[in-house]
DNA sequence: AAATCTATATAGACATGTCAAATAATCATG
DNA sequence: CATGATTATTTGACATGTCTATATAGATTT
């Protein structure tokens, strides 16, 4: 079937699609910015385990999006730096429950403050009218924060989509 | 000297500092659910040549604090992978410019798009005046987005910090 | 124009991140 | 309780990301 033009207007410019597009743009340019100090897996990683607590490697792997035995290895890796201990599973002995030692709290809290500090410094350099609209909108960016764990938590992982540009 | 209890509330919980929170909770949240395919280091130099255009090999070391060397073998990659293309610096011919190919756009586009969806997804769950709030904060998470662009661009990246934790 | 500086590339090394396949321990079920 | 499923580890492979030190070509300075 042909495509006429449409008299209505686009159907809505997706709702929101603006404002998504600056906190992407927020996202990419934090991640630029923070330090380079460990991988993405890394962080992941830990920002999971303070976030909902100690978890298994199977668990950790599907919510990484990568094999098992990877985890296996970043786990020994991480507890070899002491920033996650094995535990017993109580209710499964063939299972390790990986939890974040103090360290590994405290490496996570840390590199937090520097995140925080660097947005604090930005947003200190708002006029007063637009500082006061963030502030408005703080309820809205913390229901976003946990609709996006919810949304994590799901296996749902996004696709690694993009894809075509590749060739 | 001792530090005696202060009658004055905290000078100001570093006005702002909530805020901050919740929008680096959404950066983790988001960099926790993005597609893992390109690294870090990757990620960022396809964004600052987006965002910046073609730049030269050393200015991408500094600006993504690596050593000269790392980004040379990266941009073959890239190049190889054809995301990038290598062009002459017309004003010095020891240099060259690192420039996004057609596909490297698409490419940086493509996962923009991954990343604003998304978001306008989590905005779509908003209740109405939640979102309402957000679109009020629009102007102000631009700003912020340009505040950031400056800070990037500066050579000033953010120090590993974080340090105490590791040990 | 010689000496020095600068921009990139090359070489060689090493840690990290990743996977698939096979193994060992334990669980769950018929 | 024996068989099949699940959980984690081990093994072995390979790509990526990173560095330092060095080489090469072109700029810049004196």
Partial sequence: MLNEVSDQPPPEPA????????????VAMVVGIMPRDISLTVATTLNVLERAGPQRITHLATRLGVAQPSVTSLVDKLEHEGLVARRA???????VLVALTAAGRRYVRDRRQVGTDLLVELIDGLPADQARSLRAALPALEAVVA????????????????GEAQR
């Fill in 147 to 162: 609709l996006a764990q919810r949304r994590a938590d799901g296996t749902d992982r996004l696709a690694t989509a993009v």
């Fill in 15 to 26: 709702e929101g699609s603006d404002v998504a597009l600056a906190l992407y743009s927020l």
């Fill in 89 to 95: 599973d109580p209710t499964d002995a063939r299972g």
